[in-house]
């Protein structure tokens, strides 16, 4: 092959990358709105082609079946899983950076289609284990590490009292989001408004910090 032979391949293959890529998209945008809509096993590949306009063998040719389909689908939903680092820092106080912290938390957490795709991923935890692991390594427990992390900073600072960092952590989270997460799930309720969230969220730190406090420093 010569170097314009060479040349015509390079062009070829440069130009075929973004309809690729364009089709990738369509296909995890389809899926991952069937996803939601019918829920995972009743999800077949052929629904997928067909909302995505690609024919079936297209479709096989970047996913081969479902579990990789839905694999990629959840990695590029987890891009959209962006917190701020919690850390310390000399102008803010711990407990504030902790409520920022755990506003912007819930306020993700309680997003209507983040509450579906935990819905949708619990209801397929036995047809799909290793990836209801992968959910739950990726989202919420590297969460709970984090908040973990920060409270043993405090403790060592502010002498606070918890006998385990992780059960701590776990305390507040839960106390964070109250059971508006279950209301929605459920149906029974929309998510709650910013101002509500900033109050339980407040409320929740300020009360775990006190207790934590009044018990005296650690050891």
Do not use: C
Not at 95 to 118: Q, Y
């Amino acid at each position: 092959m010569n170097s314009s032979d060479h040349d015509l391949v390079r062009k070829a293959s440069t130009r075929g990358r973004p309809r690729d890529l364009k089709k990738r998209e369509a296909i995890l945008d389809a899926a991952s709105a069937l996803f939601l809509e019918r829920g995972i096993d009743a999800t077949t590949m052929e629904a997928v082609a067909d909302r995505a306009s690609v024919s079936k063998m297209t479709l096989y040719s970047h996913f081969p079946d479902k579990p990789v389909l839905l694999a990629a689908v959840f990695e590029r939903n987890l891009k959209d899983f962006q917190l701020p680092e919690l850390s310390e820092s000399v102008e803010v106080s711990s407990s504030e950076r902790l409520s920022d912290f755990g506003e912007r938390l819930v306020e993700f957490l309680l997003r209507p289609e983040i509450v579906r795709t935990a819905r949708v991923m619990a209801a397929s935890a036995d047809a799909f284990p290793d990836l209801a692991a992968a959910f739950y390594a990726a989202g919420p427990a590297a969460v709970l590490r984090r908040v973990a992390r920060f409270l043993d900073l405090m403790r060592e600072k502010e002498r606070l009292s918890f006998p385990d960092a992780d059960l701590a952590a776990e305390q507040l989270v839960a106390a964070w989001l109250g059971v508006d997460q279950l209301k929605q799930s459920l149906g029974v309720s929309g998510p709650p408004s910013k101002d509500a969230i900033s109050r339980r969220v407040r409320s929740a730190t300020e009360t775990m910090l006190r207790g934590w406090a009044a018990r005296g420093p650690a050891g």
